[in-house]
C-alpha cells in the first residue's frame, strides 16, 4: 500500500468510528467536505515515511498519529479561511466550509476537527499507553502556543513579527510534529527527526508564498494573490521571486541533508526531491531566471526582522 492509501484508509476508518450517525447531520457533513477533499495529505505520509525508517513496530499508533496531524490540518484550514482571517471563497478546488455551511458550522468544523485529533490518538493509543502522552505533547506542539500554528496564525494580529518565526510556527510546527511523531509512534528517539520536519515546513510555506504570486487558483484549487490582498508580507515579497526560489532550494537542501543516516535515507531524499519538484517545478525556477544564486544573502535577509506596516509580519 503506497504512503497515500495508507494516509488516506486511516483517515476514513478513524472518521467512520468517531463521528456516528448521532451527530448533528449538517455539521458532519461539513466535517466530511473539509477532511475528505483533495489535499494532498503530505503530514501523514511524512509521519508515516518516517515511522517506516524506525522499524514502525506499531502501524495502528503511527497511522492514527499520521490523521491527527491531518486533522489539525485541516481544521487550520477551516479557520484560515474564514471571513476573519483570509476570506477565501475556495480550497482545495471547491467551495470553502463557511462558504458551503455557513460560518457558525464552519467555526464548529474547526473546533470539531482539533477534539478529533486527540479522540483518534486516544482511541489508538489505549493499545500502546506508554506511547501516548509524548504523542499528545508533540501533537500540541505543532498546533498550540508558543509556536505551534495558532501562535503562527496570531503573528498576524502583531504589530511586529520575525518572518522566519512566523512561517515556522504557522506550517514548519507541524511538520516537525509530523515527523517526530512518526518515530515517536515507533518508539524511537524523535530528536534526529526534528531538521527534516523543520526545514521541509519552512520551505512548504515558502513555497506556498511563491506559489501565491506565480501559481494559478485553478490549479491550487484556492485563491492566488491573498498575501497581497490582505497585506500580509511573505519570503516573495521580501527577497522578491528569485531571491524565495533560490531560499526554497536551500531549504529543500537542508532538508535532505537533515534526514539521519538510517536504511530508508535514499528514499527519503527522493520523496524530498520529489516534493520540491512538485512545489516549484523546474520551470518556476527558470520563469525567475535565477536557478543558484546566493544562498547566503538570501537566508541573511529572510531571517532580518523588519518594521512592519499594519498588522503585516515582516
Ligand atoms: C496549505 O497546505 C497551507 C499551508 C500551510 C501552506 P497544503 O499545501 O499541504 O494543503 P493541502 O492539504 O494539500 O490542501
Ligand atoms: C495557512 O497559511 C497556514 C495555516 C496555518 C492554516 P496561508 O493562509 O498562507 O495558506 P493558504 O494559502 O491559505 O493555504
Ligand atoms: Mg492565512
Ligand atoms: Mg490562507
Redesign the pocket.
Known amino acids: 500500500m503506497s504512503l497515500l492509501e495508507r494516509a488516506e484508509k486511516s483517515l476514513s476508518y478513524h472518521f467512520d468510528q468517531l463521528v456516528s450517525p448521532q451527530t448533528p447531520p449538517r455539521l458532519a457533513a461539513a466535517m466530511r467536505h473539509a477532511v475528505f477533499?483533495?489535499?494532498?495529505?503530505?503530514?501523514p505520509q511524512l509521519c508515516t515515511a518516517v515511522a517506516l525508517a524506525c522499524g514502525d513496530d506499531a502501524p495502528g499508533l503511527s497511522d492514527a498519529m499520521g490523521s491527527a496531524i491531518?486533522l489539525m490540518?485541516?481544521a487550520?484550514?477551516v479557520h484560515?479561511d474564514m471571513p476573519a482571517f483570509d476570506n477565501a471563497d475556495t480550497?482545495?478546488g471547491q467551495p470553502t466550509v463557511h462558504k458551503a455551511f455557513g460560518e457558525p458550522l464552519a467555526l464548529l468544523t474547526g473546533d470539531a476537527l482539533i477534539v478529533l485529533a486527540y479522540q483518534v490518538l486516544a482511541h489508538a493509543g489505549a493499545a500502546q499507553p506508554q506511547r501516548l502522552a509524548a504523542l499528545i505533547r508533540n501533537l500540541s506542539a505543532g498546533v498550540g502556543v508558543p509556536s505551534g500554528i495558532v501562535a503562527g496564525q496570531a503573528w498576524e494580529c502583531e504589530v511586529r513579527a520575525d518572518l522566519s518565526e512566523y512561517q515556522r510556527a504557522?506550517?514548519g510546527a507541524?511538520f516537525v510534529a509530523a515527523t517526530c511523531g512518526g518515530a515517536m509512534a515507533a518508539g524511537a528517539d524523535p530528536q534526529p527527526w526534528m531538521a527534516l520536519g523543520n526545514y521541509l515546513g519552512e520551505a512548504?510555506?515558502v513555497?506556498?508564498d511563491i506559489r501565491d504570486v506565480m501559481g494559478h487558483a485553478q490549479a491550487?484549487?484556492?485563491p492566488v494573490g491573498q498575501d497581497a490582498l490582505h497585506g500580509r508580507p511573505s519570503v516573495a515579497q521580501s527577497l522578491g521571486l528569485a531571491g524565495a526560489v533560490v531560499y526554497f532550494q536551500g531549504l529543500m537542501d537542508k532538508a535532505v541533508d537533515g534526514i539521519p543516516a538510517c536504511g530508508a535515507r535514499d528514499l527519503l531524499s527522493q520523496v524530498v526531491r520529489r516534493e520540491s519538484e512538485r512545489?516549484v517545478p523546474t520551470s518556476m525556477c527558470e520563469a525567475v531566471g535565477q536557478p543558484y544564486p546566493h544562498l547566503r544573502a538570501a537566508n541573511a535577509l529572510v531571517s532580518r526582522s523588519a518594521q512592519p506596516s499594519g498588522n503585516a509580519v515582516a
Do not use: M, P
Open positions: 477533499s483533495s489535499g494532498a495529505r503530505v503530514r491531518e490540518h485541516c487550520s484550514l484560515d480550497r482545495r504557522k506550517t507541524l512548504y510555506q513555497a506556498d491550487l484549487g484556492k512545489l
